[in-house]
């Protein structure tokens, strides 16, 4: 199992920019794809970027293609997902998960970071 930690959050104005990290330890995060996802108050937990283990493919949520971007580094085992353009709706609490090559789930998620927009 991989233990993940989060990173990077806080109060920042519309228009800002983030960069959110991701600390991997217990194991490599090679062979995981690695998910953001994010969770509002009041709402469910959803989809924020994916990128895949081997050949960096990355997947975004609608509502922040253009102005989010994942990236990983396997040599610090590390993700992140640098936020720009950051609006009110991007407040919420982000979660970094790890999904195993041979899963459909995540399978270890990290305890969040809170990022708050203010406008």
């Known amino acids: 199992q991989v233990q993940l930690v989060e990173s990077g959050g806080g109060l920042v104005q519309a228009g800002g920019s983030l960069r959110l990290s991701c600390a991997a330890s217990g194991r490599t995060l090679n062979g995981y794809d690695m998910g953001w996802f994010r969770q509002a108050p009041g709402k469910e937990r959803e989809f924020v970027a994916r990128i895949t283990w081997s050949a960096g493919f990355t997947y975004y949520a609608d509502s922040v293609k253009g102005r989010f971007t994942i990236s990983r580094d396997n040599t610090k085992n590390t993700v992140y997902l640098q936020m720009n353009d950051l609006k009110g709706e991007d407040t919420a609490i982000y979660y970094c998960?790890?999904?195993?090559?041979?899963?459909?789930?995540?399978?270890?998620w990290g305890q969040g970071t809170q990022v708050t927009v203010s406008s």
């Open positions: 998960a790890a999904r195993p090559r041979s899963s459909s789930l995540y399978t270890s």
